[in-house]
C-alpha cells in the first residue's frame, strides 16, 4: 500500500485523505499543529514546520509521493522533496502561484488576459499607479494574503493613499486595475502525468468580506464563457506542465468574456460541490492525478449550491441536518472563530 505525503494539515488537506482511502492509500500529513483536521483522517501527522529540514526528510522517508493542499508552501521544501520523492502539483507552480506580479505575467504570457496591473515597491510607485489607472484600484501584497487579507481598496481618486504602503507593511505589492465584470466563475480542472485533462463545470461564485459564500453549478454564463474558461484553465495546466487539480477564477464581462483572476494550485474551495454532485469529487481527481490513475468522468449528476459555514454559522448545523438533498461537511475544528472556515454544505437542487 503506497503512502501519500500531505504538506499542510487543515480542511483541504483532511478531505484529500479521506479521498485517499477511499482508493487505499495511506497518508501522512505534515503539519506544525498538533490535532490538525487533516490529522484527525490521516495515518500518521509530522509535528514540524513546513520548511524543518528533519520533519521534510521524515516525510520523504514515509511517502511514496507528496503533494500540498495550499500555495504558501515554501519552494525550496518543495525542491528538495522532489529531489528524492515526486511532487505534485510541480514546484513550478507553486513560484508562479506565490507572487501575484510573476503570477499575472505567466497568465498574460499564456495568451489570456488579466486585469491591468503594475508592480508597487515604494508610496511613490503606488501613486505613480493609482494616477494611471484614474485613482481607483485594488492594493494587494504580492505574497500571502488570502480570503480578502493583504488589500487595500481605492474605489476612486478621493481616496487618499497617504501612508497605504507602510500600512501593508512596505513589503513588495502589485496594484490591480478594476475590471467592471457580471460576475465570478472559477474551473476546478485536473491533468493527469501524461497530459490528460479534465474540467469540471465552471461554478458562479459569490464573496462576503473577501472569503467564497456560495458556489452555484450551473452558472448563469452562455457557452461560448463556459468552453472560452476551460479552454483557459487548460491552457495555465499545459503551460505549467501540471500534475494534480488546480483552480481557476475568473471575471465574466458583459458580452462574456473571461477575464483571468488568480489561480491555486491545488484542490478548490469553490469545487466542494463536486463530492455532492459528481461521481468523481475534486479531492478524489487530484488523487487520481498524482497517482497515475485514470482521471475520473467530471460530469455532475445534479445542479448544486454550495455554502460556506463561517465562524458563528456552525450553529446551522442542527437545521442543515434536518434538510433533504444536503452534504454537509464539518473540518474537525474546535473553536469558531470570525471568518474562521468551520465546514460547509451543498444543497442538491
Known sequence: MKTIGIIGGGQLGRMLAMAAARLNFRTVVLEPQPDCPAAQVANDQIVAAYDDPRGLDELARLADLITYEFENVPVSAAEQLARSRPVFPPPKALEVAQDRLVEKRFINGCGIATAG???????????????????AGVLKTRRLGYDGKGQRVFRSAADDPAGAYVALGQVPLILESFVPFDREISVIAARAPDGTTACFDPAENVHRNGILHTSTVPPSVGGSTTEAARKAATTILDALGYVGVIGVEFFVLADGGVVANEIAPRVHNSGHWTEAACVVSQFEQHIRAIAGLPLGDPSRHSDCVMQNLVGDDIARVPDLLAERNVLLHLYGKAEARSGRKMGHFTRLL
Open 117 to 135: 496591473f503594475h508592480p508597487v515597491d515604494s508610496q511613490a510607485d503606488l501613486e505613480a499607479a493609482l494616477a494611471e489607472f484614474g485613482g
